[in-house]
């Protein structure tokens, strides 16, 4: 079965400064997909950045990088330069067969 | 283009009433999938289309919730009768094809709350 563990259920950040969100997965797949997604209090799911497993190159989207240990089975997203704007829901996500397993979320706050 | 269009944004329903939620996918997206959050499940899968064709319903918790994608425009979720643990906010999402390149694309989703 696919899973998807977020363990910080709650995350605190200064403006400005930078923010490591964790995420662990379990798949028995070899190739497969990984997102991060945000939900602001809109609600609105907005993709944030993803990863393809068979890329050993982690991935970057201006402020937003992710650190891909295939091996450890860990997409952890870090986010520098914190914005008021970045407070949200997180939540990292797994792809199999067409289909998006999601993790229970981490919520983050931006200190300003 | 205008998104993926969910409506309504907010329906309260008593229990035991007929709940329709309506989708209308990014054009030229051929996969739609509905999705329903509720703080103690997060997000689940109940079902997902390919070319407006079922492919997985295997979410669908139970026998009185339905799904339909009459075509690639508009695709509902009907819950017939409805019960207060439905309460939830369902989303749906398209995608252009294999959501592996692209995510899905998410709509505002629908807070459902069943008195």
Not at chain 1, 20 to 37: H, K, N
Not at chain 2, 23 to 45: A, N, V
Not at chain 2, 69 to 93: G, H, W
């Amino acid at each position: 079965a696919q899973t998807v563990t977020q363990s910080q259920p709650e995350m605190s950040v200064q403006e400005a400064e930078t923010v490591t969100l964790s995420c662990t997965y379990d798949t028995s797949e070899s190739d497969y997909y990984l997102f991060w997604y945000k939900q602001p209090p809109s609600r609105q799911m907005i993709l944030v950045i993803r990863q393809e497993a068979y890329k050993q190159q982690n991935a970057t989207e201006n402020r937003f990088s992710v650190n891909f240990q295939k091996a450890a089975k860990s997409f952890s997203l870090k986010i520098s330069d914190s914005q008021l704007g970045d407070a949200a829901m997180y939540f990292c996500s797994l792809e199999y067969g067409n289909k998006l397993v999601f993790g229970a979320g981490t919520i983050l706050r931006v200190k300003s | 283009d205008a998104g993926v269009i969910q409506s309504p944004r907010h329906e309260v329903t008593e229990m035991g009433q007929e709940v329709t939620l309506r989708c209308k996918p990014i054009s030229g997206h051929d996969y739609l999938f509905w999705y329903r959050q509720t703080m103690m499940r997060g997000l689940e899968l109940l079902i997902y289309f390919n070319n407006n064709v079922p492919i997985d319903d295997s979410g669908m918790p139970e026998d009185r919730f339905s799904a339909k994608m009459p075509n690639a425009s508009f695709s509902t979720l009907k819950i017939q009768p409805s019960e207060p643990r439905d309460s939830a906010v369902y989303f749906c999402a398209s995608s252009p094809d294999s959501p592996t390149n692209y995510g899905y694309t998410f709509g505002s989703g629908t807070r459902l709350t069943v008195v």
